[in-house]
């Protein structure tokens, strides 16, 4: 006579499936038993529609947005798909290659957040002062 009542007892663990031994009623150890626990507490993921096709989806991660490429994707979601890549890809060249406001010289990334939009203070001084000059004049 166990914890869990006779109809209600497992004769593999709940969690791998590993065959019981002995005293062993739903789980193989506790760590087979707290890993179940924690599944069970984890929010449930749904089949989301994909924004790009509307062809609904299996969220794995919460970083996935789209149809998987190589695997549920139809022909035109793997289009747009590219295109967002494309896009991407030619906002990174910008930021890149992003050029001063006031002399046009490269105005340097640092490789996280906006790109500089002067390449130095003497360049933003002097578009300022061009500024408040040219709103007074």
């Given at each position: 006579?166990?914890?869990?009542?006779?109809?209600?007892?497992?004769?593999?663990?709940?969690?791998?499936?590993?065959?019981?031994?002995?005293?062993?009623?739903?789980?193989?150890?506790?760590?087979?038993?707290?890993a179940?626990?924690?599944?069970?507490?984890?929010?449930?993921?749904?089949?989301?529609?994909?924004?790009?096709?509307?062809?609904?989806?299996?969220?794995?991660?919460?970083?996935?947005?789209?149809?998987?490429?190589?695997?549920?994707?139809?022909?035109?979601?793997?289009?747009?798909?590219?295109?967002?890549?494309?896009?991407?890809?030619a906002?990174?060249?910008?930021?890149?290659?992003?050029?001063?406001?006031?002399?046009?010289?490269?105005?340097?990334?640092?490789?996280?957040?906006?790109?500089?939009?002067?390449?130095?203070?003497?360049?933003?001084?002097?578009?300022?002062?061009?500024?408040?000059?040219?709103?007074?004049?």
């Amino acid at each position: 006579m166990g914890y869990y009542a006779q109809d209600n007892q497992l004769y593999d663990c709940g969690h791998c499936g590993q065959r019981l031994t002995g005293r062993q009623e739903r789980y193989c150890s506790a760590s087979c038993r707290q890993a179940a626990y924690r599944a069970s507490k984890q929010p449930k993921r749904l089949a989301s529609p994909c924004p790009l096709c509307g062809e609904p989806f299996q969220v794995t991660s919460k970083r996935k947005k789209f149809c998987d490429y190589d695997e549920e994707a139809e022909d035109d979601c793997r289009a747009a798909q590219d295109d967002l890549d494309d896009a991407a890809w030619a906002a990174e060249w910008e930021r890149e290659n992003a050029k001063c406001a006031h002399c046009n010289e490269p105005a340097g990334w640092s490789g996280k957040g906006r790109p500089r939009r002067f390449c130095s203070n003497r360049c933003k001084q002097a578009d300022y002062r061009k500024r408040r000059a040219q709103r007074t004049a």
